[in-house]
């Protein structure tokens, strides 16, 4: 027996459309469907495929994340249809097209470690925050000049773009408010060099990037940690003439430092690595 059909006692009856539907994204691997698949799947105009949606969200057998985007409850869920699945999957469908960023790539990466609880979504279209399943969904919007630098990664046998180790550093030092500010910055990029990470490749991304800070915050850091910059005199003849604070989540207070043209509002002693 068709096990679609098995369970249908312990949810809302399903007809042979909908147990037709279910078990063919199923065997396709899907976990996340939209109504365009619905369409495809069973050659449907599109007000009829958000009308068998809206039946399967009632029946419990789909719930809905964001609209037009529904995730299908498997038989393991049990007769509760409790069920989620990885946040970056769902992540993926919150903007288009979108990377994963900040704090969340920073642990994709193991650069952190922290486990932040918000995904951080990187997208240079209008998307909306959210939370789903209760896990808080933080969009993010740049430029198109900025939205590069990401990498594919597997999730579950599905694709997902995180940020590269290199452009993670980079957007951090654009915002550290998304990452647990220029300490958890500073770890990271201790933790990545030690990875082998490219400081080439960094050089060339700030250049890409355009931003002041970025580019004053990556070299007082890299000067603090010992990490040597092979492209460290361009960068500095690079730096705009105003002072940024060294860290945005701090007060504006502090020295300013015209070495770096930052104005130093965190003990520098915070930043070096810990005796061992």
């Known amino acids: 027996m068709n096990p679609i059909e098995d369970a249908q006692n312990k949810r809302g009856g399903l007809s042979t459309r909908e147990s037709r539907l279910l078990s063919r994204l199923a065997s396709e691997g899907h976990q996340i469907i939209s109504i365009d698949d619905i369409e495809t799947a069973l050659e449907v105009a599109p007000n009829t495929a958000r009308e068998i949606a809206s039946r399967l969200a009632e029946k419990s057998w789909l719930d809905r994340l964001l609209p037009g985007t529904y995730l299908i409850i498997p038989l393991a869920a049990g007769e509760d249809a409790i069920y989620?699945?990885?946040?970056?999957?769902?992540?993926?469908?919150?903007?288009?097209?979108?990377?994963?960023?900040?704090?969340?790539?920073?642990?994709?990466?193991?650069?952190?470690?922290?486990?932040?609880?918000?995904?951080y979504v990187v997208t240079p279209t209008r998307a909306q925050s959210r939370e789903i399943h209760g896990v808080p969904y933080r969009v993010t919007t740049v430029t198109?000049?900025?939205?590069?630098?990401?990498?594919?990664?597997?999730?579950?046998?599905?694709?997902?773009?995180?940020?590269?180790?290199?452009k993670t550093l980079v957007d951090c030092a654009d915002h550290p408010e998304f990452c647990g500010g220029l300490?958890?910055?500073?770890?990271?990029?201790?933790?990545?060099?030690?990875?082998?990470?490219?400081?080439?490749?960094?050089?060339?991304?700030?250049?890409?990037?355009?931003?002041?800070?970025?580019?004053?915050?990556?070299?007082?850091?890299?000067?603090?940690l010992g990490i040597n910059l092979p492209t460290r005199e361009e960068l500095v003849a690079s730096f705009t003439s105003g002072y940024s604070p060294v860290d945005p989540t701090r007060p504006d207070t502090g020295s300013t430092d015209s070495t770096y043209r930052l104005r130093i509002n965190v003990e520098p002693a915070t930043l070096e690595p810990a005796e061992s």
């Open 84 to 119: 989620t699945t990885h946040e970056y999957l769902i992540a993926a469908h919150v903007a288009e097209p979108m990377y994963i960023g900040y704090y969340s790539a920073l642990s994709h990466h193991g650069l952190t470690e922290q486990v932040p609880r918000t995904v």
């Open 144 to 166: 198109e000049r900025k939205f590069f630098g990401s990498e594919s990664t597997s999730i579950e046998g599905t694709t997902v773009h995180v940020s590269d180790l290199e």
């Open 183 to 224: 300490q958890e910055l500073a770890i990271a990029m201790r933790t990545a060099d030690e990875q082998g990470c490219s400081w080439r490749t960094i050089g060339k991304y700030l250049e890409r990037l355009d931003n002041g800070a970025a580019t004053k915050r990556i070299v007082y850091l890299a000067d603090q």
